[in-house]
């Protein structure tokens, strides 16, 4: 969590974000401090700072999940061919003047 209050209260206007630094207290008083911690950490992993999504992933009890990995780029085609092969040219169409 603290690592969480840090990343919140960052920049040029801290005290804008002293509501969401409440909240984030009492977010801690109604669920565990583990819970918090957890979603908390989820939150850091994809940047989301917001006091107000954390308390949806604690609602829907999604610190538990894990952060889905991204599937591996395909490789390069084995057929792959460059975009001008697919120019179409017609030798006997007139240009317009």
Not at 10 to 36: M, N, V
Not at 81 to 89: I, K, L, Y
């Amino acid at each position: 969590m603290g690592q969480f209050a840090e990343r919140l209260f960052e920049g040029d206007h801290p005290w804008s974000k002293i509501r969401q630094g409440h909240k984030l207290l009492r977010l801690g008083d109604r669920y565990t401090a583990q819970r918090l911690d957890a979603a908390c950490q989820r939150a850091l992993d994809v940047d989301l700072i917001d006091v107000y999504r954390v308390e949806n992933i604690l609602i829907q009890a999604l610190e538990e999940e894990t952060t889905p990995q991204l599937p591996l780029p395909l490789p390069p085609g084995r057929f792959a061919r460059p975009g001008c092969v697919f120019a179409q040219s017609d030798p006997y169409r007139r240009k317009s003047a």
